[in-house]
């Protein structure tokens, strides 16, 4: 089987190594958009044009289904992408995880790039799942760009940044950007108090990848998997096939996934 991911850049790795988990077996097609980026200050229009795009290019390796690795792209080219490829290719989108952060009660953090905090989007979400739990939206400038381009400092200025807008009795941490997934323990470090308990952070890429294979009808553990058989990996930038770039591979999914053999 197949799994294809899109993104604007590496954000989509924390999902690509949950479909790993899952399906060992399984090859996958990253198919990003690194002459494009930043996707944040462009218009709707803009982010669904480049979001068909990236996911016409990964569609022409014909896989089961497409994982919309990122936010952004989420909230603006979701219904055209499911207009464009379903019902012949499976298209899930990702959405911050609010309702499970909110079921463990309050208070919550929602970390999120400066466009999505306050936005309509975010707000029907937290006003959907969390009634009566007090949250916090923190709006994160430049992270998503200092992960993407693994630049230490600027990572450990923006994480400060956040950190220092966030209330220090907060139980649990949205992480809104599929990019924020990359230096997930960094963010708990920068916020966990002494004497608290951990605090607990939520991603989307577990949920996203088990939906990913639900809809493809290869789900973990059913019997369907090659005994021993470890996936591919095809990579596509803006188009082009490539390598995993270069700042990947300072993460350990990057790491995980450049140890792959060439999709078949």
Not at 61 to 76: E, F, G, Y
Not at 165 to 185: I, K, N, S
Request: aromatic letters at 2%; proline letters at 9%; one cysteine or more.
């Amino acid at each position: 089987m197949k799994i294809a991911l899109i993104d604007s850049g590496i954000g989509l790795l924390p999902a690509a190594v949950a479909v790993r988990r899952l399906r060992p077996d399984a090859d996958l097609v990253l198919s990003s958009d690194p002459d494009g980026l930043p996707w944040g200050p462009r218009t709707a229009e803009d982010v669904t044009e480049r979001s068909l795009a990236i996911a016409e290019a990964a569609a022409a390796h014909r896989p089961d289904a497409l994982i919309v690795a990122c936010n952004t792209s989420s909230v603006s080219a979701l219904p055209a992408l499911r207009a464009r490829f379903e019902p012949e290719l499976p298209i899930i989108g990702t959405v911050p995880a609010i309702k499970p952060a909110a079921a463990g009660g309050g208070p919550i953090a929602i970390w999120a790039t400066p466009a999505t905090t306050g936005s309509p989007y975010q707000r029907g979400l937290i006003e959907e799942f969390a009634g009566g739990v007090g949250v916090t939206e923190v709006p994160c400038p430049g992270l998503a760009d200092a992960v993407q381009s693994a630049d230490e400092a600027a990572i450990d200025r923006a994480v400060a940044a956040a950190a220092a807008l966030t209330p220090r009795d907060v139980r649990a941490v949205v992480l809104g950007c599929t990019h924020y997934e990359l230096v997930g323990e960094r963010i708990r470090a920068a916020l966990q108090q002494p004497g608290l308990p951990p605090l607990v952070l939520h991603g989307s890429a577990g949920a996203v990848a088990a939906q990913a294979l639900r809809r493809a009808g290869q789900l973990p553990g059913t019997g369907t998997e090659s005994a021993g058989a470890e996936g591919g990996l095809t990579v596509i930038l803006s188009g082009r096939a490539a390598e995993l770039p270069l700042a990947a591979h300072t993460y350990a999914e990057g790491r995980l996934l450049a140890a792959a053999a060439p999709a078949r």
